[in-house]
């Protein structure tokens, strides 16, 4: 098959020049009945929009929080204090990805801190990320390779034959400066030829899956398949499933990974099934000062968003819900770790320490 090239659509993009532009958004709680972009010109707007997940994902948060930065430096008066008082009030944005924490810190360091100065580095945090993932991409395609091949007798109910890569929620382009985490292998492979399959999860509560992922492998041409996150066990007991990948939002010291809630039973289920499970994320996931996963911060959603989740309402009201977004994997779940600086297998705090640095 002839290499395709990849035409992602930018969903991130800085308007204008340093000192009056602004951040424009495609409003990903749009996304796939609606393609409408959020121009936003205060660092609320920025904050509200990762706050509903109009833009999401670790890096693409951080990459939107950096521009961020580049707002609250813009007007009149002591341009440190207000980038100061703006990184700080988009860092109460979510908790759970470590990126967004990581790209302010990175933006507070920047001297001078005017717009223009600001503008480049988060310009070079969007055109890192964009790299990153390529990296991942590149050190993740022979894994997906050998486990296509490994299960070439596998999935014969579910087209040709072979075993597909399994992903939760979105950990693609829409969630990064780039080509994606968990999606920066399948694009590559795409490109390069390669035939194979995808299941996406759906993704409750919120269908990243089903709106995002789903989404943007079609519109790439990829042969993806939908399906309910309570599938996924059945669909690796019928043998369809090659190997699983899915992004992160923050990565302990000792490879502890969280990512949207269901991947951790996605996990559990995928060492019954003998079923590879990689999780993909860049350097900017880590966070070493945390030995293990047990201290990640988990942000809880609101119930509305279980209850009467896009308008519809699907449970009685005065219900009580708990809504963990995010679960933890333990390392022991997971294959191998592919990131932007090599794949780390097994997932030890010393090989993490190894790769990532200290
Ligand atoms: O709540 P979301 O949509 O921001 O959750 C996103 C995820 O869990 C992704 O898998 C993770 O951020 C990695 S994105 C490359």
Redesign the pocket.
């Known amino acids: 098959m002839p290499a395709m090239s990849l035409n992602l659509v930018p969903h991130i993009e800085w308007v204008g020049d340093a000192a009056t532009g602004h951040l424009r958004l495609l409003d990903?709680t749009r996304l796939p009945r609606e393609t409408v972009h959020l121009d936003c010109r205060s660092v609320q707007a920025v904050w509200d929009a990762i706050k509903v997940?109009a833009v999401?994902?670790?890096?693409?948060?951080g990459v939107a929080a950096a521009y961020g930065c580049v707002i609250a430096a813009q007007g009149a008066g002591d341009a440190r204090d207000r980038l100061a008082r703006g990184g700080d009030h988009l860092a109460t944005s979510?908790p759970?990805?470590v990126?967004l924490f990581w790209a302010i810190e990175r933006m507070k360091r920047v001297r001078p801190a005017t717009p223009e100065a600001l503008l480049a580095e988060a310009r070079a945090i969007h055109a890192e990320d964009a790299a990153m993932?390529l990296a991942i991409g590149e050190h993740g395609l022979p894994l997906l390779k050998l486990a296509i091949e490994r299960t070439g007798g596998r999935g014969s109910g579910h087209g040709s034959g072979q075993g597909a890569v399994l992903t939760?929620?979105?950990?693609?382009a829409l969630?990064?400066g780039g080509i994606?985490?968990?999606?920066a292998p399948m694009y590559l492979a795409h490109q390069r030829g390669l035939s194979f399959k995808v299941f996406a999860d759906e993704?409750r509560p919120?269908l990243?899956g089903a709106r995002?992922t789903a989404y943007e492998l079609q519109a790439a041409g990829i042969d993806v398949t939908l399906i309910c996150d309570s599938m996924a066990a059945q669909v690796m007991r019928e043998g369809k499933v090659a190997m699983i990948i899915?992004?992160?939002?923050r990565i302990a010291a000792n490879g502890d990974a969280?990512?949207?809630?269901g991947?951790y039973s996605l996990a559990i289920a995928a060492k019954h099934h003998g079923v590879p499970f990689y999780v993909?994320?860049?350097h900017s996931?880590f966070d070493l000062t945390l030995p293990d996963g047990s201290g990640i911060p988990i942000?809880e959603?609101a119930a509305a968003e279980i209850t009467e989740g896009f308008g519809q309402r699907t449970a009685p009201v005065g219900v009580k819900t708990y809504s963990p977004?995010?679960d933890v994997t333990p390392a022991a779940l997971i294959t191998a770790l592919i990131t932007d600086r090599g794949v780390i297998e097994p997932v030890t705090t010393v090989n993490v320490r190894a790769i990532i640095g200290t």
């Open positions: 990903q997940l999401r994902g670790a890096p693409a948060i979510r759970t990805a990126n993932c939760h929620c979105n950990a693609g969630a990064t994606g985490t968990a999606t993704t919120l990243q995002l899915v992004g992160a939002d969280a990512n949207k809630i991947t993909a994320a860049p996931t942000e959603r977004a995010f």
